[in-house]
């Protein structure tokens, strides 16, 4: 006999926690052997925090040497402290910030035109021909 | 046999391998051609003498020149053959007679346009690139390339044909057709050819050829088309265009806004289309600066991006092959199994975002500097935009979200051999002209082979107002990535075409030729019914009046009206009569 009881209820018609399914997670056994030994920081849980303060280190000895070093710009208004550096920072969160906006104003279906796949017929050969 | 070697333009070496490498079935004969041609033509062209006619030929009373090297097309020739090689080693994993021949013939056909020294051999071979070119898009086998190509094929064969024009109205006015520089756009020769280089160069509005058909190519394609079409543009802009300040325009604009759609872009070879075009934008500013020092850094420029592009090419190439797409939201997480390709296109993500030590800042700085020099501030600002957008397209999105990021799960195999070494060796290349100069080799090998080597050499890229500026520039940029990841800020990659102006005319025009078809089809019977109508009433009438059975021919008489010219006749000829008398 099938059991008919519904979901989330034992065949008592109680309440059970039920095991969810859960994908199980792509290990990292199948790595590749060179991946392992270039990469296999990138994984660690400290790398995100390592990056992050490492970037903001960088950053801050950067704008730090400018105040130490004098330099010659052709271009005069570029000699001030920084400027490169907030120039990089300003233009890099425009350009990606903007992708928010322009993202909906110019996204549309993937098969807008009607032309369907593009993708290439020797694309996907997972064996060397 | 050296003597011939030395008057014979290398590009016809490498269309002629071209052509045979098509008719060749067997794999290995053909791929070693394909292979040997290119370093035939590098030994070909260090055998040329620079600065002279080296052969020539008469055709309907113009004189033509078929192979001049000077010091301007050597460095382009030069990476055309290069690129030529590495692509034929590219193509090693794949058995396409077709696509083999047609790759080489292209690459021939960009060499040996780029050592025409005359506008009609130009344009026999700027017209072979066109032609040639569209079975790399064709061979992808899908419906989507088919449409692609065709449009491809037509805005190629325009440029072509304006330029054809453009030709005839300099002969006219010069009685030549000789490569020279011309002084204004006020002639209609100079404009018609201003505009045939626009196209092949990808001016903004001009551009979307490029986007559109380059990530619909196969996997060798993409690599193929990345080198020539847009370079060759950019070579005989330089030589004929130098100095022309809408140039300076024009390239701050194509820096600018490739960055913007590269963004929201989720097809990895498409962002790198647009990451092309933006690269152009570099070097069609500096040919509109038009100083020894801004030509300098034009054809730095090409040569280094020649390479990092079809590195970066190659290694979107190697993860299609293998995975089966570039959709950045279906991709992550492939350094686990494709860790040379994720080393090799990080080497091309550095040098094209111009970190020191890498070919892209040696190239650039001279861009840069030069502008700067000149004193345009705005037009400088704007490539400094750029630079700090390249960063964010072909920097960090290119090798982030396909080998990094989000784990995709994907596992698979490496790219095979051919394509590792064909990426290895453009990454050695990548690396070896940006380093400081030593024992010949370094940034100094590549300011040697410049146009005016004296001024390069004058250059130094490596100072520390250079390095501190460029560093800054690109960590800050870095830090904004970091920052708006981490804060949630970075638009998530979605599936989906993204406008541009080619809705102009796949959509609009399109459209609008739909609807006038479809008015037409109406309106064509609806015009002939009435005009039938009108014609048959007409007809009535005359036939009511005139005919035998008509009005006139109705009378108390029969045949009044022959009484009645008789009457008038006689009349006439009594009132002359009496005049007479």
């Known amino acids: ?129 | 046999m050296m003597a011939f070697l030395e008057t014979l333009n290398p590009g016809f070496v490498l269309v002629l391998a071209g052509v045979v490498g098509c008719l060749i079935p067997a794999r290995r004969v053909r791929q070693g051609l394909m292979v040997a041609a290119p370093l035939i033509g590098i030994f070909m062209l260090s055998q040329a003498n620079q600065s002279m006619d080296l052969a020539t030929a008469e055709l309907l009373g113009l004189d033509l020149v078929l192979y001049r090297v000077d010091s301007l097309n050597f460095i382009f020739g030069l990476a055309f053959l290069i690129a030529a090689f590495l692509n034929a080693i590219y193509a090693l994993h794949s058995d396409d007679q077709l696509q083999d021949g047609m790759a080489m013939a292209y690459a021939g056909a960009a060499v040996a346009a780029a050592f025409a020294g005359d506008l009609l051999t130009l344009f026999v071979f700027w017209e072979l690139t066109a032609v040639s070119s569209v079975f790399l898009i064709l061979r992808a086998g899908t419906r989507a390339a088919y449409f692609a190509s065709m449009r491809y094929l037509a805005i190629q064969i325009l440029s072509g044909v304006l330029l054809l024009a453009g030709i005839t109205y300099v002969y006219q006015a010069n009685g030549e057709v000789t490569l020279a520089a011309f002084t204004s756009l006020d002639d209609p020769g100079a404009m018609l050819i201003f505009f045939a280089v626009g196209i092949k160069a990808a001016f903004p509005f001009l551009h979307n050829w490029l986007q559109d058909s380059y990530p619909k190519a196969t996997v060798v394609g993409a690599v193929v088309l990345s080198a020539f079409t847009t370079k060759l543009a950019v070579l005989t802009c330089a030589r004929l265009f130098p100095g022309f300040e809408i140039l300076i325009w024009i390239g701050a604009v194509m820096t600018i806004f490739p960055v913007f759609f590269a963004v929201i872009e989720n097809d990895l070879r498409k962002v790198l289309a647009y990451s092309l075009n933006n690269q152009v934008g570099f070097m069609i500013c500096a040919i509109g600066v038009g100083t020894p020092l801004a030509l300098n850094g034009a054809a730095a420029h090409a040569f280094a991006h020649i390479m990092y592009k079809a590195l970066l090419f190659m290694s979107m190439g190697a993860v299609l092959y293998r995975t089966g797409t570039t959709k950045a939201n279906e991709l992550g997480g492939l350094y686990k199994s494709m860790p040379l390709t994720t080393v090799f296109c990080l080497i091309g993500a550095a040098s094209i975002s111009a970190f020191p030590l890498f070919s892209g800042f040696v190239a650039k700085s001279l861009t840069m500097s030069a502008v700067a020099y000149e004193g345009y501030v705005v037009a400088w600002l704007m490539l400094l935009f750029a630079s700090a957008g390249v960063l964010e397209h072909s920097g960090i999105k290119i090798p982030y979200f396909a080998f990094f990021g989000h784990d995709s799960g994907k596992r698979v195999k490496e790219a095979p051999f051919n394509m590792l070494l064909a990426m290895g060796l453009a990454s050695a290349i990548c690396i070896l002209i940006g380093l400081p100069s030593f024992f010949g080799l370094g940034y100094g090998w590549l300011y040697d082979l410049l146009p005016y080597p004296d001024v390069a050499n004058h250059y130094q890229p490596f100072t520390l107002d250079h390095i501190l500026t460029q560093m800054q520039l690109l960590m800050l940029a870095i830090l904004a990535f970091i920052l708006l990841k981490r804060f949630g800020l970075y638009p998530p990659e979605k599936p989906g075409t993204i406008l541009d102006a080619d809705w102009t005319y796949r959509r609009l025009g399109f459209g609008f030729a739909n609807w006038a078809g479809t008015v037409w089809g109406k309106a064509g019977p609806a015009m002939t019914h009435i005009a039938g109508l009108l014609a048959g009433r007409g007809y009535d009438r005359i036939e009511a009046a005139f005919s035998p059975r008509g009005q006139l021919s109705r009378g108390p008489l029969t045949g009044g009206m022959a009484i009645w010219a008789a009457a008038l006749l006689g009349m006439a000829m009594l009132l002359s009569f009496l005049t007479v008398q």
């Open chain 1, 1 to 129: 006999m099938s059991d008919t009881s519904p979901p989330g209820r034992d065949s008592s018609g109680r309440f059970v926690k039920t095991e969810t399914p859960t994908q199980a997670p792509v290990g990292d056994d199948q790595m590749h052997p060179i991946a392992k030994l270039l990469f296999g920081w990138v994984s660690a849980k400290s790398t995100p925090g390592l990056f992050f303060w490492g970037a903001i280190i960088i950053c801050a000895g950067l704008m730090l040497a400018d105040l130490a070093i004098h330099r010659h710009e052709y271009l005069h208004f570029a000699e001030f402290n920084g400027f490169y550096g907030i120039w990089g920072f300003g233009a890099f969160a425009l350009a990606v910030l903007s992708g928010w906006p322009l993202g909906r104003l110019l996204r549309r279906d993937e098969d807008f035109y009607g032309e369907g796949d593009a993708t290439p017929q020797d694309a996907g050969v997972e064996d060397e021909a």
